[in-house]
C-alpha cells in the first residue's frame, strides 16, 4: 500500500504540474492575442476555466493525501491523550470516505452519466462535458484510497510518527 501512496502521489504530483504549466501557457496566450493581436481567441477562456476545475479538484486530492500540509483545526485534537488521537483520526478519515464516496464518486459518476448522455457539449472547444467533469468521481476514489491508507497508518504508527 505504500508504494501505491508513493506512485499515486507522484503521478497527481506531475498532473498537477502538467496542468498548472498549460494554464499558464493558456493565459499567457489569451494575453497576448487580446493585447497584441488584438483579437481574442475564442478557446482559451473556456480552456482556462476547465483547466482550473480540474487543478482544484486534483489539488484537492493531493492535499487530503499529504497529512501535513492539510488544512485542519487541531489545536484540541492535540490536547488528547494519544490513543484518542487516533481514534479521532480514524473517525474523520472513514467520515472523509463516506462523504467522497457518496458526493463525489456516486454524485459526480451521476453528472458525467447525466452530461454524457445528454450530450452536452462545451461551446467553444465542442468537448463532451462529461470529460471535462469526470474528474469528480476520479478524485473522490483518489481520496478513498488515501483516507484508508491514513487508517492503516493510524493502527500502524508509533506515538511520534502520527
Not at 109 to 115: I, S
Request: aromatic share 12%; with cysteine.
Amino acid at each position: 500500500m505504500q508504494k501505491t501512496y508513493k506512485i499515486l502521489n507522484r503521478a497527481i504530483e506531475g498532473l498537477l504540474v502538467l496542468i498548472f504549466s498549460l494554464l499558464v501557457l493558456d493565459v499567457v496566450w489569451q494575453v497576448v492575442s487580446r493585447y497584441v493581436v488584438g483579437q481574442s481567441s475564442s478557446f482559451t477562456e473556456e480552456f482556462a476555466r476547465f483547466s482550473l476545475i480540474w487543478l482544484t479538484v486534483l489539488g484537492a486530492a493531493y492535499i487530503n493525501g499529504q497529512k501535513e500540509g492539510h488544512l485542519s483545526m487541531d489545536f484540541l485534537l492535540a490536547k488528547l491523550p494519544m490513543d484518542k488521537q487516533k481514534r479521532r483520526q480514524r473517525i474523520i478519515q472513514v467520515l472523509m470516505a463516506i462523504f467522497a464516496l457518496v458526493i463525489m464518486v456516486i454524485g459526480g459518476g451521476n453528472l458525467v452519466y447525466t452530461t454524457l448522455k445528454l450530450g452536452q457539449l462545451s461551446p467553444a472547444l465542442l468537448l463532451p462535458l462529461g470529460y471535462v467533469y469526470a474528474i469528480v468521481p476520479i478524485c473522490g476514489l483518489i481520496i478513498i484510497f488515501f483516507s484508508f491508507y491514513h487508517i492503516k497508518i493510524t493502527f500502524n504508527a508509533n506515538h511520534n510518527e502520527y
